[in-house]
């Protein structure tokens, strides 16, 4: 594999059911993100992951659970959501962090999610 | 904050012909990073172009092409000899020097008709 990969492609959920999103990426960076892709919409960043740790949360909701236990691993728990949370979530990758570097984001393909 | 801007929500042009893309950005900032990403059918985000605002002289990728104008906070791009390849969604983002939020634009569709 090369690049971002994520997975599933597609998901449909309840709004009671809990599922994660998966990013891994293969580039050897040290900082990766999620975001939101809804219809009409400009795409929102969501969290980011710097060497590891949370650096930014944007003002999401709670039934949004990130989890980063390596650099190259990335997760995004999903528990009680609402059909307006139906969207697409990409997963980027960047390396930068702590170098003060501003790195191209690279993104994986995306998780088609649609709660019922 | 900063905001991008892009004015054009669809555009459709002929196969082999030139196209601009627009794209306006508003910020305070002096230092900072331009990128123009493709999204085709498949969903999958494509770096096509990045612009390091203290450059004078614009970035270029083969076909693709950008028109700079730092004062006037704008970021065109332009595809020379269009292909059905180019069909996509294309968005214009900025970056902060030194943040790594990227900020998009809400994106233009473009159309290459054979």
């Known amino acids: 594999e090369t690049g971002v990969t994520q997975t599933p492609r597609h998901l449909v959920m309840g709004m009671t059911n809990k599922k994660s999103l998966k990013c891994e990426q293969h580039l050897g960076h040290n900082a990766m993100y999620w975001y939101k892709q809804s219809a009409k919409k400009p795409l929102e960043l969501m969290f980011v992951y710097s060497l590891e740790e949370r650096v930014e949360n944007n003002s999401v909701p709670s039934r949004f659970s990130p989890e980063c236990p390596n650099s190259s691993h990335l997760f995004l728990h999903l528990h009680t959501l609402q059909p307006e949370d139906s969207a697409l979530y990409l997963c980027?990758?960047?390396?930068?962090?702590?170098?003060?570097?501003?790195?191209?984001?690279?993104f994986g393909p995306g998780t088609r999610l649609l709660v019922l | 904050a900063q905001t991008v801007t892009q004015s054009q929500p669809e555009m459709s042009v002929q196969e082999a012909e030139t196209v601009t893309l627009s794209c306006t950005y508003d910020t305070s900032e002096n230092n900072y990073y331009l990128f123009w990403y493709k999204q085709p059918p498949s969903r999958q985000m494509i770096l096509v172009i990045r612009?390091?605002?203290?450059?004078?002289q614009n970035a270029t990728e083969n076909r693709f092409s950008v028109n700079f104008q730092k004062a006037a906070k704008s970021f065109s791009l332009k595809i020379s000899d269009s292909q059905l390849g180019d069909t996509a969604m294309y968005f214009c983002a900025f970056m902060k020097h030194g943040a790594q939020k990227l900020v998009f634009g809400q994106g233009t569709r473009l159309t290459i008709n054979p």
């Open positions: 980027a990758s960047s390396q930068g962090g702590d170098s003060g570097n501003t790195e191209t984001q690279y």
């Open positions: 612009q390091e605002a203290y450059k004078q």
